[in-house]
């Protein structure tokens, strides 16, 4: 039988083995009182805050975040094409009135000044493209309202005009260079008139045109006692003078009248001469 004692021993471990089953301390472990201090300050250190709570704590509150305000269209952004749509169309339908009632109701030179003033605005306030559109948009109404032959008469050279007056005034030309060409393509448009009218009508126009000026310019020699007979030449020339200076003071007109009704719409065109403000007492 063995002795309780023995049996005492064998059941307890050896300190040798105890040793050696331990683990080894890792070389980052703090040794001594280190490790209880990290243990309080591990203890001590609240864990990080979750990244949603952070978010709601950086937000500010709705009421003090700006709101957002009307924008007003102005030329340059997207809000602008409609205003100048309908500007557009507005003005065209001007011009096209403008001409059918001195058409049908003529009241003399009143209503001519204004045929190409409102296409001009229209390139003042919303450019080139714009402009365009206003001419060819009046051609086709007087079309739809008159014929096409009426539309083209008005077209050329009163659109056109238009579109020249706009461009030149917006980039500010003087009065002098803007009424010589105007008057340069008044000019040709009363050619192309005469021109289109002779086709249609059958007959030169032209020749009638030269009878009336063969009359006043022998009508002039003898008033000056000439008693030369006026050539042909002559008479042509003096017919293409008398056109030339009926277009020049007729571009005159027109600028006068946008200098006067332009400026009260915010789109002032260049300044006239001095002698032209002097005459008007003019002081814009």
């Known amino acids: 039988m063995s002795d309780p004692s023995d049996n005492a021993q064998a059941s307890r471990p050896d300190s040798s083995e105890e040793t050696k089953n ?40 709705l009421r003090a975040m700006p709101r957002a305000k009307a924008t007003i269209p102005d030329r ?23 001409w059918l009632i001195n058409y049908y109701f003529p009241l003399g030179p009143v209503l001519r000044m204004f045929f190409p003033v409102p ?10 493209r714009a402009s365009w559109m206003a001419a060819l948009v009046s051609g086709l109404l007087l079309s739809v309202l008159m014929g096409p032959t009426r539309s083209i008469l008005f077209f050329i050279p009163y659109g056109l005009m238009g579109v020249q007056l706009g461009a030149l005034w917006r980039r500010q ?9 105007g008057t340069l393509l008044g000019t040709l448009g009363f050619f192309f008139r005469f021109w289109l009218l ?3 009508l059958g007959e030169d126009l032209w020749v009638y045109v030269m009878t009336q000026i063969t009359q006043l310019t022998e009508w002039g020699f003898v008033k000056l006692g000439l008693l030369a007979q006026p050539s042909l030449l002559l008479i042509q020339a003096i017919a293409v003078v008398m056109i030339i200076i009926s277009n020049a003071v007729y571009l005159f007109v027109v600028h006068l ?14 300044r006239p001469p ?11």
């Open 198 to 200: 002779s086709i249609l």
């Open 76 to 98: 340059q952004g997207y809000p602008s094409a409609p205003l100048a749509m309908v500007e557009t169309a507005f003005l065209a339908s001007t011009a096209s009135l403008i």
């Open 257 to 270: 009248v946008a200098l006067l009704m332009l400026d009260r719409l915010g789109n002032p065109i260049p």
């Open 274 to 284: 001095n002698w032209v403000q002097v005459l008007l007492d003019y002081d814009g």
């Open 173 to 181: 030309a003087s009065w002098l260079f803007s009424i010589f060409t």
């Open 22 to 61: 331990q683990p080894l301390k890792s070389e980052a472990e703090p040794q001594g009182g280190n490790s209880d201090s990290a243990d309080e300050a591990d203890i001590d250190t609240p864990p990080p805050a979750s990244t949603s709570e952070a978010d709601k704590v950086s937000q500010p509150p």
């Open 119 to 128: 296409i001009a605005l229209v390139y003042l306030r919303w450019g080139n």
